[in-house]
């Protein structure tokens, strides 16, 4: 007999599409696992729900981790949309070395890339302003790069700023380590963001892939216990966007 909670974690998984992954996907849950970004335990989320896993980009902070994780987005960004003429938005603050090290990737892939990110507040001295980095300018192709999707708080902020700043050059979309598959008002929070502000949000791995993948033997080293396998599943029952 199959419980509820492994019905719809099912039921999720075929949502989203996350039968197989690719060498970059799996390189990327790799990195999350081994550089401490992806925990699982008791934690509470921006949104306010109690979750079994958290993901913290904040724990990337040496160079090489830095490093390899702008090369891991640099990479997706290509494989999703080529090789153009970007500029990369990180909002502040967790994006901004997220921007930087993108950017550096890209151009060591051949891409012309400037980096932009937001102040909290504004400066009101020497340069002033709330921006720093390269303004968007025609010919330009303008990514937001940020590190998880919850319930879309931070996309729907962000979003309809940066595209106010691309009106001469071409805004994209948003890319995404991690779609964490929760709903936002009504449905997936990452759909309901590309719905309201007519664009695209592309994750490199959602959750269900994530949990999917480490719920058996693989690269990363980690295996979920029954116990955290479980407590995952709950919660997308609960939370998770069908």
């Not at 967790?94 to 012309?112: F, N, R, S, Y």
């Not at 050059?169 to 779609?179: L, R």
């Amino acid at each position: 007999m199959v419980d509820s909670t492994s019905q719809s974690i099912t039921s999720l998984t075929t949502s989203t599409g996350s039968s197989e992954l690719n060498d970059a996907q799996k390189q990327f849950i790799t990195f999350l696992v081994r550089n401490k970004v992806l925990l699982f335990g008791d934690f509470v989320t921006k949104s306010g729900r109690q979750s079994p896993f958290f993901l913290n980009f904040g724990q990337v902070f040496e160079g090489e981790q830095v490093k390899t994780l702008g090369s891991l987005y640099a990479k997706w960004i290509v494989q999703e949309f080529g090789q153009q003429s970007f500029v990369i938005f990180g909002p502040a603050y967790k994006g901004i070395p997220l921007a930087v090290a993108t950017t550096i990737a890209l151009a060591e892939m051949g891409c012309q890339a400037s980096y932009l990110f937001n102040r909290k507040e504004a400066k009101q001295h020497g340069e002033t302003g709330t921006y720093v980095g390269k303004m968007p300018g025609a010919g330009d192709v303008v990514i937001i790069v940020d590190d998880v999707v919850t319930a879309g708080l931070t996309l729907k902020e962000i979003i309809p700023r940066v595209k106010e700043l691309s009106s001469g050059a071409h805004f994209e979309g948003v890319v995404v380590g991690v779609d964490r598959n929760e709903r936002g008002e009504a449905t997936s929070a990452r759909l309901e963001a590309e719905r309201a502000f007519n664009t695209t949000v592309r994750p490199i791995v959602s959750i269900i892939q994530v949990i999917d993948y480490l719920s058996n033997p693989n690269p990363s080293g980690k295996v979920l216990s029954d116990g955290e396998l479980k407590a995952c599943r709950s919660y997308l029952a609960e939370f998770g966007a069908c």
